[in-house]
């Protein structure tokens, strides 16, 4: 399993220590505690003009919160998603069409779910330590279109990758990937579910790629493994440990629902004749949906498309093997919305916390406060499947959404910037400030990137916050760079606040350029390529520097 490989977070510290800065609970709950602290004010109202003083002072703030939240408007948010079984082939030459990069309206994040990533021990071992072959596909497509790769986990053959434009980057935080095998009992990892959770300008979303049992007959067995998957899910975190508790979730991938039931005569004309309302009925996800409370609260688009397996390679003929299996719709997309009645038990469980937090509710930072006031409306704009490749017996599915959500927050945590000017040759400064109070670490750090990075692990190099820091005043903090660690070739470069406690990128400065250096310009230095990234060589093996 991997979540954000090649990071510095893995250093291994003792004195690793968090601020006191803590999550909030529930905006509502603390414009309540403001209306309570009203009524009984009133009852007892009197003469007296301290007391006539609170009530006017609660009602101020009680306004102002309510003011605060109405004045942010809905922004659209376009969400484009991949799920894929690609039966251990290697990637395409080219996916654009499967990305719909041509698309006038670009999306804001894409999220891809494969199944049935090579995963013999060489290949993996290999792609354990370096990149796999489809996430260096999929980086090198949407690097150089501004889209960064936020993380990726993998368990056997299940890979999912998150990538968002760079824009996106510092809004979005409390990135955490898991996992739930369901091959051989539990044991084994061929089948079961991957996920990332993270919470998109503070509205939580949960991503979820599964890959569930196989064969006609085993339709309740799949039913058993998604609601398995479901309830021993779980995240490192105390506010919403499961998959479930999100107000937002995607369900996806190789779910392997037949359709039941038709002979394979009449499927095919269905199919030939485009009418696939003909089979919707007899799919055994649909038929699983009547049955089971907890799989009609997931939504789907309707089935415009040819089921998706199983397919002769590199054809759009379905398969001509002995097996002959029947056509299905396997490769599905659907969502679930958290219901104002589920939004508002989540409250009023919160509500019990007691009395005695309410000091710490008064100055919480608002971030996830905020979650539980604001809706997100999900929109299908398309859901379709692509004929066009043909490297595995199953056609890759995508489904484009439109978020619609308020923005909870506008600044990023953190501003950081490059004093003066930056050369390898002499040390360096930067500047950075804390706009919000964070939960920060002795492990984080800010790590010098080439503009146009590809992942959080392409620095070039980083400083340990803590560690490296010469100055700090309530305003500002200044971290120092040694020169030995400036590319001597220069170029254009930018700087990531990395935060190991939110397991994201919280800040990022302005591209700035840094100078090439004296050495390199006196010695004929060309570019060399060390871990993706520029470095410098010399043209001249003998020549000593």
Known sequence: MED?????????????????ASVSTSGRLLLRQRVVQLMTCVEDLSSDEELQEEV???????????GKRGAREEERFRLHMVTWNVGTAAPPSDVSSLLELDSEKPADLFVIG?????????????DMTFEDPWSRLLMDTLAPLGYVKLISIRMQGLLLLLFAKQAHITFIRDIQASYTRTGIYGYWGNKGGVSVRMSFYGHLICFLNCHLMAHMENASQRVDEIEHILETHAFDTDNVPNILDHKVVFWFGDLNFRIADHGMHFMREAINNKRFHLLWEKDQLNMAKKKEAFLREFQEGPLRFKPTYKYDLHSETYDTSGKKRKPAWTDRILWRVMSSDQDAAEEAETNVKGEEQEEEWKGEEQTQVKELVSPVKVTLDSYTSHMSYGISDHKPVTGTFILELKKMFQTPLVQLCAEGEWSADQDALITYSILEPFPSSTWDWIGLYKVGFRSYSDYVTYVWVKDDEVLYNEEAVQVYVGMNEIPVL??????????????CIIGISAPFQIHESKVAIEGGLASGNIGGLENATSLDSNQDF
Do not use: K
């Not at 002072?57 to 309510?66: G, Q, V, Y």
């Open 114 to 126: 494969l199944q049935e990533v090579n995963s013999r021990l060489l290949n993996f071992i290999n």
């Open 56 to 66: 006017s002072r609660t009602l101020n703030e009680a306004f102002l919160l309510c």
């Open 4 to 20: 954000a490989e090649g990071l510095p977070g893995l250093r291994a510290r003792s004195d690793s220590m968090a601020s006191t």
């Open 490 to 503: 220069g170029g254009e470069f930018l700087l990531c606040y990395y935060s190991s406690n939110l397991q």
